[in-house]
């Protein structure tokens, strides 16, 4: 799976932009793709097909940084596939990392609910920052959703794991 060049430039920016402070944790809901988090920083979003005209295949990137963090969901859509959740989702995972050069950590599988999905941890070399990346990786029926945390490997923040902790689906 493509993961996009303008996301690691957006991370890159972030450490180095991010001088506007952490705000005041808030929950965060997608109506339409149906979850919510906690988040300290107010989320933009952006849609882009990273598919093809003939085959569309949509992603929708939900992101905002603070304090050197940044918070991202990613929503790819996909089509119906025989190949197994677990499969998908370590496939998944591997472009992802290819995606910015990462070094995995650690991984395992888990769940949310019903939702099978993944957790991991991985360093990269971001520009001149080393960063560590956590990240949660969850299938369902028609979506893949993963919901990562950016900082320098320096930034020893415990906030930032409420991100990822307080991710929910909505009607799973």
Same mark, same amino acid.
């Given at each position: @799976?493509?993961?996009?060049?303008?996301?690691? @430039?957006?991370?890159?920016?972030?450490?180095?932009?991010?001088?506007?402070?952490?705000?005041?944790?808030?929950?965060?809901?997608?109506?339409?793709?149906?979850?919510?988090?906690?988040?300290?920083?107010?989320?933009?979003?952006?849609?882009?097909?990273?598919?093809?005209?003939?085959?569309?295949?949509?992603?929708?990137?939900? $992101?905002?940084?603070?304090?050197?963090?940044?918070?991202?969901?990613?929503?790819?859509?996909?089509?119906?596939?025989?190949?197994?959740?677990?499969?998908?989702?370590?496939?998944?995972?591997?472009? @992802?990392?290819?995606?910015?050069?990462?070094?995995?950590?650690?991984?395992?599988?888990?769940? &949310?609910?019903?939702?099978?999905?993944?957790? &991991?941890?991985?360093?990269?070399? &971001?520009? $001149?920052?080393?960063?560590?990346?956590?990240?949660?990786?969850?299938?369902?029926?028609?979506?893949?959703?993963?919901?990562?945390?950016?900082?320098?490997?320096?930034?020893?923040?415990?906030?930032?794991?409420?991100? &990822?902790?307080?991710?929910?689906?909505?009607?799973?």
């Amino acid at each position: @799976m493509k993961y996009r060049l303008l996301l690691l @430039m957006s991370i890159v920016i972030s450490f180095a932009v991010s001088a506007s402070g952490q705000g005041q944790w808030k929950e965060y809901k997608s109506a339409g793709h149906q979850f919510s988090t906690q988040v300290p920083c107010e989320i933009e979003t952006s849609r882009e097909n990273i598919g093809t005209a003939e085959a569309p295949q949509f992603q929708t990137f939900y $992101e905002c940084s603070a304090d050197g963090v940044y918070y991202n969901i990613s929503v790819n859509d996909i089509t119906k596939s025989a190949v197994a959740d677990n499969e998908l989702l370590i496939a998944f995972q591997k472009g @992802m990392l290819e995606g910015f050069g990462g070094k995995l950590l650690t991984d395992s599988a888990i769940t &949310l609910g019903p939702v099978p999905g993944r957790r &991991l941890t991985a360093g990269a070399k &971001l520009g $001149e920052i080393d960063a560590l990346i956590e990240c949660l990786i969850y299938k369902t029926s028609d979506r893949i959703f993963s919901v990562a945390v950016v900082a320098a490997t320096t930034n020893k923040s415990s906030d930032k794991g409420n991100f &990822l902790t307080s991710f929910k689906f909505q009607n799973k």
